[in-house]
């Protein structure tokens, strides 16, 4: 079994930062791709930032220049840093992770239970 969490939502003010954390936890052999998606009201859910082990990382243009996805692959945790916060950004932030739970298993993506980020104008 493995749980990934989120923590560091809440309301912010235009222009503000917030700072977002997901760890995954349990039966990790090693995980690929860490990521950030989120989903607004009425909206598909859309991928914000992800990043691999290795650290290569891949952003949505809206948020090219103001979010910055990091992670620690010992603590099995990714971060990301929101700066310029827009009401547009308001949404629920989910975490997904690509765990591998044994050297001969596949990889399965799993998902936390989401962090509501909300931005006022």
């Known amino acids: 079994q493995v749980q990934v969490a989120e923590s560091g939502g809440g309301l912010v003010q235009a222009g503000g930062s917030l700072r977002l954390s997901c760890a995954a936890s349990?039966?990790?052999?090693?995980?690929?791709?860490m990521a950030w998606y989120r989903q607004a009201p009425g909206k598909q859910r859309e991928l914000v930032a992800a990043?691999?082990?290795?650290?290569?990382?891949n952003y949505a243009d809206s948020v090219k220049g103001r979010f910055t996805i990091s992670r620690d692959n010992a603590k099995n945790t990714v971060y990301l840093q929101m700066n310029s916060l827009k009401p547009e950004d308001t949404a629920v932030y989910y975490c997904?992770?690509?765990?591998?739970?044994?050297?001969?298993?596949?990889?399965?993506?799993?998902w936390g239970q989401g962090t509501q980020v909300t931005v006022s104008s």
């Open positions: 349990g039966s990790i052999f090693s995980i690929n791709v």
């Open positions: 997904n992770a690509d765990v591998r739970e044994s050297r001969y298993s596949g990889i399965y993506g799993y």
């Open positions: 990043i691999t082990s290795g650290g290569s990382t």
